[in-house]
C-alpha cells in the first residue's frame, strides 16, 4: 500500500510569500490529487495530475513520477489561502480501492 | 454537473445509540463511492468503499457498517455508537483515476 509524507506539517507566512508545499510517497501511481480543506471541514480537489505541471490562477501544482514527489506552490499568498492542504494518492493500483492521504499542511497567511 | 450531498452536517448522540449517515451522487452513474474519518488532529482514513450495488469493502475493523441499497446512494451506519467513532466523516466518489468529490462533510460528536 501506498503511504505520504507531507511537510512541512505547519507553515506561516506573511502576506506575499511565495509558499511551497511538499509531498512524497512511496509506490508509483496514476494520479495524485491536491486538496484544500477549510475549517469548517469541507474539502475542494485543486489539482489531479499525473504528470508535469498544472496552473489554476496563483496555485501551481508539478509532479516528479520518477522521483515520487509533488509540490504545490502559492504565488503571492492572500489570507484567504489559510487553510490545510492535503496530498492524496492512490491506495494501489488504479485506486478503486480508494486514496491514502498525508496529514496535511496547516497554512496561515498573515496580512 | 456531477454533485455529492450528504446528511447530517452535525449531530450530536449518545454513547450506544444507532448511527446513520446518508450519501447520494447526482450527474453520474456506478461511480465509486467511498467513507473516509478524520478524527480530531488526524489525517482522513478509508473506512469502506463500494464498486457496485451491494458491493461493500471495510478496511478498518470497528463497530460501523456501510450499505450500497442503489447505485449513487451510500449509507454509513453504527448500532451502537462507541466515544471513538467521534469525528468528520467524509463521503466521496471518483471514478478510476479521474476528478474527486466530497460530499460537505457531518461531524459526529459522541457523548
Known amino acids: 500500500k501506498n503511504e505520504v509524507e507531507q511537510s512541512p506539517q505547519n507553515l506561516t507566512a506573511q502576506e506575499g510569500e511565495f509558499i511551497t508545499i511538499n509531498c512524497s510517497y512511496s509506490v508509483g501511481i496514476s494520479a495524485l490529487h491536491w486538496l484544500q480543506q477549510h475549517p469548517g471541514g469541507g474539502i475542494v480537489s485543486l489539482f489531479m495530475l499525473s504528470s508535469g505541471k498544472k496552473k489554476h490562477g496563483r496555485l501551481i501544482a508539478t509532479i516528479n513520477i520518477q522521483e515520487k514527489h509533488s509540490s504545490l506552490h502559492i504565488t503571492a499568498s492572500h489570507p484567504r489561502d489559510s487553510a490545510v492542504y492535503i496530498c492524496?494518492?492512490?491506495?494501489?493500483?488504479?485506486?478503486?480501492?480508494?486514496?491514502?492521504f498525508g496529514k496535511g499542511t496547516h497554512l496561515i497567511i498573515q496580512p | 454537473s456531477q454533485t455529492i450531498h450528504q446528511w447530517p452536517a452535525t449531530l450530536v448522540q449518545p454513547v450506544g445509540s444507532p448511527l446513520s449517515l446518508e450519501c447520494t451522487v447526482e450527474?453520474?452513474?456506478?461511480?465509486?463511492l467511498y467513507w473516509y474519518r478524520q478524527a480530531a488532529g488526524r489525517g482522513l482514513q478509508l473506512l469502506f468503499y463500494?464498486?457496485?450495488?451491494?458491493?461493500i469493502s471495510s478496511e478498518v475493523p470497528q463497530n460501523l457498517s456501510a450499505s450500497r441499497p442503489q447505485d449513487r446512494q451510500f449509507i454509513l451506519s453504527s448500532k451502537k455508537l462507541l466515544l471513538s467513532d467521534s469525528g468528520f466523516y467524509l463521503c466521496?466518489?471518483?471514478?478510476?483515476?479521474?476528478?474527486?468529490?466530497f460530499g460537505e462533510g457531518s461531524r459526529l460528536t459522541v457523548l
Open positions: 450527474g453520474t452513474s456506478n461511480p465509486n
Open positions: 463500494s464498486v457496485g450495488i451491494g458491493q
Open positions: 492524496a494518492v492512490p491506495r494501489s493500483g488504479g485506486g478503486a480501492d480508494g486514496l491514502t
Open positions: 466521496a466518489f471518483h471514478q478510476g483515476a479521474g476528478e474527486l468529490f
